[in-house]
């Protein structure tokens, strides 16, 4: 059978292979780049799900507060003129690190409020970071061997797998014993001192249950008189 005869009947001349009337073959070459691009589609997708995600934690305690006025309960005491100045310098210095949050959980004490504040005059990405007060951070910090596990609950609770930097505001000496729990490290964290951490995991309870206690990398630890 010749060409135009193949196709008066509706066979595909380089197929041989009938055809529903009315539509046209696809050529072999066609159709062979786009099995070739959805090979390259499966395999860049299968690669970028191999490379590890990094999480980053910080861990930061709040800045100097004032003891001016003592009849004040522990939970309502502001910052002191030093506590304010360091809280805008680390700030500077998560900036300039790149360390920049995407959710911030604090301690809903005034002292804690009142260091982010400061940290969201001087960084716009701290203002743009989803906040929430947490009250228990405050009471937690002072339990002994209670802080790491509450955050990691409070971290997987409110987290969300596009969030790769967190960073928690709390209080010694709940904050310290968790940072040294989770690197494995003895962490000493003064006032408006930040330890960062890293792990890896497609979530942060993938990253949680792979690190576990001990396993966090500490990246350094950012205080207001520490060089970048």
């Known amino acids: 059978m010749n060409a135009s005869a193949a ?9 041989s292979k009938p055809l529903a009337m009315g539509l046209t073959p696809i050529p ?8 070739c691009s959805m090979i390259e589609t499966e395999a860049e997708l299968a690669e970028s799900e191999a490379q590890p995600v990094f999480r980053r934690l910080i861990l930061l ?9 003592t009849a ?33 959980l604090s301690s809903d004490a005034l002292r804690t409020r009142a260091t982010l504040n400061i940290m969201q005059e001087q960084v716009r990405g701290f203002l743009e970071a989803e906040v929430h007060f947490i009250s228990s951070f405050y009471s937690i910090a002072a339990m002994d061997g209670q802080t790491a596990d509450h955050l990691q ?13 967190i960073m928690c505001m709390g209080h010694n000496r709940g904050w310290e014993e968790a940072a040294s729990m989770f690197t ?15 792990a890896t995991g497609k979530s942060w309870e993938e990253a949680f249950s792979v690190a576990g206690f001990g396993g966090w990398k500490l990246q350094g630890i950012v205080t207001p008189s520490s060089n970048l």
């Open 184 to 198: 494995g490290a003895s962490i000493e964290l003064k006032t408006c001192n930040a330890a960062l951490l890293e």
């Open 61 to 69: 305690r709040h800045a100097k507060s004032s003891w001016q006025h």
């Open 153 to 165: 609950r409070t971290i997987c609770q409110y987290s969300r797998d596009e969030i790769l930097t």
């Open 7 to 15: 196709a008066g009947v509706g066979i595909s001349p380089s197929t």
């Open 72 to 104: 004040l309960r522990d939970h309502d005491r502001p910052l002191s003129k030093t506590g304010r100045a360091d809280a805008a310098l680390v700030s500077k210095k998560l900036q300039h690190m790149g360390w920049i949050p995407q959710l911030i």
């Open 28 to 35: 072999i070459r066609l159709r062979w780049r786009r099995s």
